[in-house]
């Protein structure tokens, strides 16, 4: 399928995007926090959401090339609503994975109208000292520099453990070809979601909801999901699924999240 890597220069800032698929909907997607850029991947991502084609028209964004020392998630929430914007979308469904999906939910809540459907996936409200004690972890081996060790530590929080250790020496691998630059940024960005909390706005949030979760998430604890039930009550729209044995990163390793979202966006005209 073909596809193109774009970027887009808004408010003094840069972003890059992966484009792709030909449906006349929109369909954002956001990412979680990342050692490196995920655009590089462009070709393995195309791949895993062929069939989102024919409906959407697919945006994923990368965070901003250059972040300012302190940079929390609504920052980058923002400067991705600049960006969309600069591109004319409208009326998008958006999808945000981990911190894409914190994301996710500040642009639900304070661009409702920007916002047609909402997928979040092995994400939070709020995030407590208890729940940044991972992403403490990493930020100190990315402050000692130690690539493999982030890498690693990541790789086993957020995958299935048969997963990682088939996997265990491509982490090693990719840990070689971190630059310092890239774990600076990674220190900023992982920073950045320390104290999260968009309870007090989930009322905003009127738009179809789809939550995926696995109940014994190592990187996001304390069942978030239920908290973002909790604080959704009011929208009568909205279905948790669970894919327990998928880790962190069900959306992708479980194999039937993607029709999972396929038919929730589908169903909601």
């Known amino acids: 399928m073909n596809y ?32 490196q850029s995920v655009i590089p991947f462009a070709p393995a991502i195309v791949r895993q959401y062929e069939k989102f084609s024919n409906d959407f028209t697919v945006y994923l964004f990368d965070r901003r090339a250059d972040v300012p020392p302190v940079y929390t998630v609504r920052d980058m ?8 914007k600069s591109l004319g979308l409208d009326r998008i469904s958006l999808f945000g994975t981990s911190q894409g999906g914190m994301m996710s939910m500040v642009i639900a809540s304070e661009y409702p109208e920007l916002v047609e459907k909402l997928v ?6 709020h995030v407590d000292e208890g729940r940044f004690s991972v992403i403490r972890e990493w930020i100190s081996f990315a402050e000692r520099k130690d690539s493999e060790g982030l890498y690693l530590s990541l790789g ?6 048969e997963f990682f250790e088939q996997n265990k020496d491509a982490f090693s691998m990719f840990a070689t070809t971190v630059t310092d630059a890239e774990l600076k940024k ?18 905003n949030i009127r738009c179809p909801v789809l939550v995926a979760a696995d109940e014994y998430d190592a990187v996001i604890q304390g069942k978030p999901y ?21 880790g962190h990163a069900l959306y992708d390793t479980a194999p039937g999240f993607g029709k999972c979202m396929l038919d929730f966006l589908r169903v909601y005209n």
């Open 4 to 35: 193109t890597t774009e970027k887009a220069s808004v408010n003094g800032f840069s972003m890059e995007y992966l484009k792709f698929g030909s449906g006349s909907r929109i369909l954002v997607i956001l990412p979680g926090l990342s050692i």
């Open 120 to 125: 979040l996936v092995s994400t939070a409200m």
């Open 156 to 161: 086993e929080k957020v995958y299935p453990k």
């Open 186 to 203: 990674f220190i900023i960005l992982a920073n950045g979601i320390k104290g999260f909390d968009v309870r007090q706005k989930a009322d």
């Open 77 to 84: 929430a923002l400067d991705t609503v600049s960006v969309m």
């Open 226 to 246: 239920e908290e973002i039930r909790k604080h959704l009550q009011k929208n009568d729209r909205l279905e948790v699924r669970f894919f327990n044995g998928f």
